[in-house]
């Protein structure tokens, strides 16, 4: 039983910053993401992709805020429970929560924050009939550990960031490794797209363009792929592998059936007070939650942290008065040990 003070149920921007805050508060965090990765959406669907809004940023890569964020929240020590979904809840006696993933990790705490953004992340899969007879044999959405593909020839199909990269990553781990794509353009980072094209022309990269994957073979595994190329016939090629990144689709999931209001596939809350949901000690923020006026912004999920791990306080300690210090005058202890402050005035006469 992984046991914390704030379970924080999805590891993108808002879920991050909310273990900052509640760090200041001297309040542990915990983190459940169904991606292999911290960053929600940031990591996983736009790393590359520049974002404008964000405070003291005229322009930062969706990926470095990311890094920044972890970077930020180090200190504080957060734990990670990812690659998993967060599955079923149940309310103890003591009024603290048990969250249950699918593969049967157990998490305890007082409060649960949904920190879900649009919600867990199910991957686009592609209109091949007999594709989920090979899923965890061969097929795989996403790539959560780069070394199963060691010395594997491997079949990657999309045309976006994930394709680009993981086909270039893999280079230098994979047997081979084949890219296919139905149209000629690509749409990715331009350094990206350079790159594929680079490692193509030194016959690093098998580009099939424009052209569809229409049948997984094998029986126990998977052995190749049937290949739609324009203008020719159907052929074969062999693969150990094949990782489908059409992108994900958002879907509130499971926690729709934990007895929270919803509206619009979005979790209702009082914005007026804290963030929480209708059931007491739950609390919902950024993209996930909805609320008059809600804006889908990373800054407003930001703010709405802030609150809510004030509220979070007081719900953990009734008994004890927090008074707010702004960090610029008491510093930021972490949990590891560090102090991070501003340097201390030098009290000197001028002769």
């Known amino acids: 039983m992984i046991q914390t003070d704030i379970l924080i149920i999805g590891a993108g921007p808002t879920g991050l910053f909310t273990v900052f805050e509640a760090g200041l508060l001297k309040l542990r965090c915990h983190?459940?993401?169904?991606?292999?990765?911290?960053?929600?959406?940031c990591s996983e669907i736009y790393p590359k992709k520049p974002i404008y809004d964000i405070p003291a940023y005229p322009e930062i890569l969706a990926g470095d805020l990311t890094k920044n964020l972890m970077e930020q929240i180090k200190q504080f020590e957060p734990g990670f429970t990812l690659?998993?979904?967060?599955?079923?809840?149940?309310?103890?006696?003591?009024?603290?929560?048990?969250?249950?993933?699918?593969?049967?990790?157990?998490?305890?705490a007082p409060v649960v924050a949904i920190a879900g953004g649009l919600g867990s992340f199910?991957?686009?899969k592609p209109p091949i009939p007999n594709i989920a007879d090979f899923e965890d044999k061969g097929?795989?959405?996403?790539?959560?550990?780069?070394?199963?593909?060691?010395?594997?020839?491997?079949?990657?199909?999309?045309?976006?960031?994930?394709?680009?990269?993981w086909s270039i990553f893999l280079t230098d781990v994979a047997k081979s490794v084949t890219l296919i794509h139905r149209r000629n353009e690509f749409r990715g980072a331009l350094d990206s797209?350079?790159?594929?094209?680079?490692?193509?022309?030194l016959g690093k990269i098998n580009l099939i363009t424009p052209a569809e994957v229409k049948a997984v073979l094998g029986e126990n595994h998977v052995t190749g792929v049937v290949v739609e190329e324009k203008g020719k016939e159907p052929y074969m090629i062999d693969a150990d592998h094949f990782i489908p990144l059409f992108g994900l689709a958002p879907k509130l999931g499971p926690i729709a059936n934990w007895g929270l209001e919803i509206e619009k596939n979005a979790i209702k809350v009082n914005n007026a007070l804290d963030y929480q949901t209708n059931v007491e000690g739950i609390y919902a923020i950024g993209d996930v939650n909805t609320y008059p006026g809600k804006l889908k912004l990373i800054l407003c999920g930001f703010h709405e942290a802030t609150l809510m791990c004030q509220s979070a306080y007081k719900r953990i300690h009734p008994d004890k008065?927090?008074?707010?210090?702004?960090?610029?005058?008491?510093?930021v202890d972490g949990f590891d040990g560090t102090r991070k402050e501003a340097p201390k005035a030098v009290v000197k006469a001028i002769q």
């Open 31 to 41: 983190l459940i993401d169904a991606l292999p990765q911290p960053g929600g959406q």
């Open 83 to 108: 690659g998993e979904r967060a599955d079923t809840i149940e309310k103890q006696d003591d009024g603290t929560f048990i969250v249950t993933t699918n593969k049967g990790t157990k998490h305890q």
């Open 122 to 124: 199910e991957p686009r």
């Open 139 to 165: 097929v795989e959405y996403m790539i959560k550990e780069p070394e199963l593909y060691r010395d594997k020839d491997v079949v990657i199909a999309g045309g976006g960031d994930s394709a680009l990269d």
């Open 193 to 201: 797209v350079e790159k594929v094209q680079e490692l193509k022309n």
């Open 321 to 331: 008065k927090y008074v707010m210090k702004y960090t610029t005058v008491g510093g």
